[in-house]
């Protein structure tokens, strides 16, 4: 099967400016995750889908941060305006409902906030 | 609530030697535990996952695991490390009924040539 796709791969910004990351989750898979994982730290959840509902989004900075997925499938993770301490990579993962499915991450997307 | 506990944030070991790297987990109900690895600028790749079935796990590369329900414990073993080893191991749970991943903070695998 395919894997979970992000892109942009990288991005370099300044701070204030916003920022869009997409991802497209492996097909089938019903929960849909985003991470932020800062250097040197393990990934912490920002948002949780499933389907197109959201599960879990206590962890995200709604003043600033903002996550959609169309239609139960793509999803997208939005940063406006982006701060220094939001460099980071930013993961996507998804998994079936199962619980017992194990959860299949993409390659990330490095930001870096000038 | 869940939560994971790595006991060291740093392991080195010599080429060919075993390997162990420690994780406590507290889970409310019965859990699912993974290992994750994560290789310099790589993305986060599975490694093994218990699931309530068989108490020894075992994984690529050569990892394996024991589930320890009484000691709370998910260690991750390896007979003989390999250079390629080296790498960021992510311990993980997640609970039936709330489907959240919880990361432990992660244990730096350093092999000595």
């Known amino acids: 099967e395919a894997g979970v796709a992000q892109s942009p791969r990288y991005k370099i910004i300044e701070k204030r400016q916003s920022v869009a990351f997409w991802c497209n989750p492996i097909?089938?898979?019903?929960?849909l995750y985003w991470y932020q994982q800062i250097l040197g730290q393990g990934p912490k959840l920002l948002i949780q889908?499933?389907?197109?509902?959201?599960?879990?989004d206590s962890q995200l900075p709604k003043d600033r941060f903002s996550a959609e997925r169309l239609k139960g499938v793509d999803s997208t993770l939005k940063i406006q305006p982006a701060k220094l301490e939001d460099s980071a990579v930013y993961l996507c993962?998804?998994?079936?409902?199962?619980?017992?499915?194990?959860?299949?991450f993409g390659p990330g997307t490095r930001l870096l906030v000038l | 609530a869940q939560s994971v506990t790595q006991l060291d944030s740093h392991v080195s070991v010599s080429e060919g030697t075993p390997v162990l790297l420690r994780c406590n987990y507290s889970s409310s109900y019965s859990p699912s535990l993974f290992w994750y690895v994560q290789h310099p600028n790589k993305g986060l790749q599975l490694l093994l996952k218990?699931?309530?079935?068989?108490?020894l796990v075992k994984g690529i590369n050569g990892f394996e695991a024991e589930f320890k329900k009484s000691e709370t414990s998910f260690h991750l073993t390896k007979p003989s490390a390999h250079m390629s080893d080296a790498a960021e191991y992510f311990c993980v749970v997640r609970t039936f009924g709330n489907e959240k991943l919880t990361f432990g903070t992660g244990t730096r695998l350093t092999i000595i040539p």
């Open positions: 218990y699931t309530s079935a068989a108490t």
């Open positions: 993962a998804s998994s079936r409902i199962e619980v017992l499915a194990g959860v299949n």
């Open positions: 097909s089938g898979h019903a929960t």
């Open positions: 889908f499933q389907n197109n509902g959201v599960v879990d």
